[in-house]
């Protein structure tokens, strides 16, 4: 299982982008007809309380690396994927900060499928204060 101690304890955006991408799981399915219930469980309360929980513990950085602030829409990524059977037996990976960590939409992708709309295939090298353009 890996973990988000272990993941902070990678120093660089590319390092901590390689340790959690999904290898051979890109397309793989995962609620498919049961999607429902994995809305149902991104729109609970508890799921809310530890989520803000994740993204304050992270400054709002990408990957919780100081100085790669998110700017729109911040998703709080489970490091170990979950299942249908995670969600109908309350696991405590849902929930657990351990398990969690805050990214930005494109570095989602890049954990998901390999790279992001913008870029196509590869990976997105992100240094400090690259969101801001008058830096």
């Known amino acids: ?3 988000y101690t272990e993941l902070i304890s990678y120093p660089t955006y590319a390092q901590r982008l390689e340790y959690l991408k999904l290898e051979n799981t890109a397309f793989a399915e995962t609620f498919g007809t049961e999607r429902y219930l994995n809305q149902v469980f991104y729109r609970s ?3 809310k309380r530890v989520r803000d929980y994740c993204i304050v513990r992270d400054n709002g950085c990408d990957l919780a690396i100081d100085g790669i602030q998110i700017y729109g829409k911040i998703l709080v990524h489970h490091i170990n ?3 249908i059977e995670d969600i109908d037996n309350v ?3 849902l929930f657990d900060p351990e398990n969690l960590i805050t990214v930005s939409h494109e570095t989602h992708n890049q954990i998901h499928y390999g790279y ?3 870029e196509g ?3 997105l090298e992100r ?3 690259d969101t801001i353009p008058w830096k």
């Open 1 to 3: 299982m890996k973990t």
């Open 45 to 47: 309360p508890e799921w």
């Open 81 to 83: 994927p979950i299942t």
């Open 91 to 93: 696991s405590s990976k």
């Open 116 to 118: 992001t709309k913008k």
């Open 121 to 123: 295939p590869g990976i």
């Open 127 to 129: 240094v400090p204060n």
